[in-house]
């Protein structure tokens, strides 16, 4: 089987050897750690991979389920 949902476990757990804890709060992706050391080109990454990262922390359950009758 495919895991398709690899690369974007990697790069969570790269993030987290820099040093960067991910969390999501009201549905929005927040970052801890020492950002500073945090590339421009890295930053734009994290922003644009945000709802991958948010679905992969995120431990709600889903609300687009529909419930048996």
């Known amino acids: 089987m495919i895991d398709y949902g690899k690369p974007i476990r990697t ?26 050391n945090v590339s421009p080109a890295y930053r734009d990454e994290i922003v ?4 991958l990262l948010i679905e992969l922390l995120d431990d709600s ?9």
Do not use: M
């Open 48 to 51: 644009k991979r945000a709802p």
């Open 11 to 36: 790069f969570h757990k790269n993030l987290l050897r820099h040093g960067i804890e991910l969390s999501v709060e009201d549905g929005r992706l927040r970052l801890r750690g020492d950002l500073k």
């Open 61 to 69: 359950p889903p609300t687009n389920r529909t419930e048996p009758a």
